[in-house]
């Protein structure tokens, strides 16, 4: 785990918002990620994975028939992302 992963997850959240990549390689990425959610506490994968199962479930519906924004979910990823990288004590990406 290094900034470069930091670096490429923030990147996806980009990717995802500017429709460069689908909903299902974001959340693939995202849990792949071992060595990440291994440096981290437990509650970090708890919370990650609620809100990128909600994330999959979203792009399933249109936006008008699902309660998830993806705008929302991937602003709390990227919160997500913020404190686990102060967590982890790396320069903000």
């Known amino acids: 785990m290094n900034q470069a992963d930091i670096e490429a997850l923030g990147a996806a959240i980009k990717a995802l918002r500017q429709h ?4 299902d390689a974001f959340c693939a990425l995202w849990r792949g990620q071992a060595a990440l959610l291994s440096a981290l506490p437990p509650r ?3 919370v990650m994975e609620d809100l990128l199962g909600r ?4 792009s399933r519906f249109s936006e008008e028939s699902c309660s998830y924004s993806q705008d929302d979910l991937l602003a709390a990823l990227g919160d997500w992302l913020a404190k686990a990288t102060l967590k ?3 320069p903000a990406a």
């Open 20 to 23: 460069e990549i689908d909903a």
């Open 44 to 46: 970090y994968a708890e």
């Open 55 to 58: 994330l999959e479930t979203g």
């Open 88 to 90: 982890l004590g790396l």
